[in-house]
Structure formats: structure tokens, C-alpha cells
């Protein structure tokens, strides 16, 4: 359900968008309205709808004054006007949609489903995003690592990876039981996620679970060979703090 707040100098007017949003808009929500632009302004801020229709020009103000109080805009905006000169305007304000007076009620209804698809995407990225995060930065000890993919999440046992390796803005994970995973996160986002104490980033491009080395090779910065055979150039610049780690 999409939330929305109705502001129109004209009570008539809102009282009809919010009868022809009951009956044919069932996705939208109104949770409030307003007549004044500076009682709209606290209201808006306070109620944060996900959709805000304005009528463009309203006493001691228009909307266009009403939406740079309110920017950065954390809302969806639709224009109900019987003005078309400020269409070309409100295009400026990034605005989803522009509703002449009288409402066309076949308008409205693709507003209101192409406004109920943007915001429901963009609601599901935020909840994945958290769910990721969450998961990642727990603050006990984390047995498995949430893998954002190209499917969904995966869930893998730290225990199970031996190396990460950078693609890009992507990241290769490869794992005990010869999985090649590839993650929407780059490199640097899993050295900041992964316990200190069991991962290391060695190269640039390579991060190592250093339970799962075999052996190291001396050199300017060295080499270190982890059990499934691959051999990884370690740093000059890193040498030393990986090292210390076995001290």
C-alpha cells in the first residue's frame, strides 16, 4: 500500500481525489490533507508519505515553494492542476506525474500503479539492503556470511571459503568444496565485514582465510599457497602485517 498526502487550495477538490482514489486506486493509501502550504509542510514531515499530490498554485505560496522546503524530497510527487503552463516546471522537480483538472480517471490509475511499482522496488532494496547488513555486522560471532547475488542471498559458512578475489566491482568467492560464487560486492566491502582473525587481505585483488593456507614462500613481498593449490603474490607493503599475524 502506497501512502499518500493530498495538498489543494480548494476542499472540494481534495474531497473528489480522495473518493475517486478509494473507488479506482485501491493501491494508494490517503493518510492526510491540507488546504494551507505550511500545515502541509509540518504534516508532510511528519506523516513522510510515500506519495504527495500538489496543486500548483495555493494561497501564500505554490507548491513549487512547498517542495524546495521539503528537498531533499524523500517522496514521490504527482501534479493536480487545471495549470498546464507549469507542467514544463514541475518537470524540473523530478515530479512523477502531471494531472490536469478535470481528473481523467484512466490517468490517475496508471499514476497510481506506476507509482505503487517504483516505490515497492525501491522498498525491497532498502529491506534487502538491512537484512544484508544485519547479517553481515552482527556484532557475535558470525558462523555464515550473507553473499548478496544476482538470485538472492546466499548463505555460506566462513569455514567453507578459502579466498575472495576481486572482479571488477564484483567479488569471486571460492569455497572448500570447489565453488566459484560471484557476489554484487566488491572487495573492499568484505574486507571491512570479514573477522579480522581469520581473514586476511594480502593483494588488492585477493583476501585469504589464513585457515586455510599451506604454505608461504619467501620473496619481496612473498607468496603464500593455500590448500587448493593456488598460489597468491602477497604484497610488499602487507608482508609485514601478515606475518605478524603468526608471531
Known sequence: MVSCY?????????????????????????IGNSTDVQIAY??????????????????LGNSFSLLDKLSPLNFEVIMVTAHEKFAIKAIHYDV?????????????????????????????????????????????????IAVPTVDGLMFIDLENIIRLEAGGSYTNIFTIDKKKITSSKNIKEYEDILPKNKFFRVHNSH????????????GRGGFVILIDGIKIEVASRRKNDFLNIFK
Open 96 to 144: 512523477l506525474g502531471y494531472l490536469l483538472k478535470p481528473l481523467n480517471i484512466k490517468d490517475l490509475q496508471d499514476l497510481a500503479k506506476k507509482v505503487f511499482h517504483k516505490i515497492s522496488n525501491k522498498k525491497s532494496a532498502e529491506n534487502f539492503n538491512i537484512l544484508v547488513s544485519s547479517i553481515n555486522n552482527s556484532s557475535f560471532i558470525q558462523p555464515n
Open 207 to 218: 583476501i585469504i582465510n589464513i585457515n586455510k593456507l599451506s604454505k608461504y614462500e619467501k
Open 6 to 30: 493530498i495538498v489543494d487550495d480548494e476542499k472540494n477538490n481534495i474531497k473528489l481525489l480522495e473518493k475517486i482514489i478509494i473507488e479506482y486506486c485501491p493501491q494508494l493509501n490517503v
Open 42 to 59: 509540518n504534516q508532510i514531515s511528519q506523516l513522510r508519505p510515500d506519495l504527495v499530490f500538489l496543486d500548483v498554485v495555493m494561497p
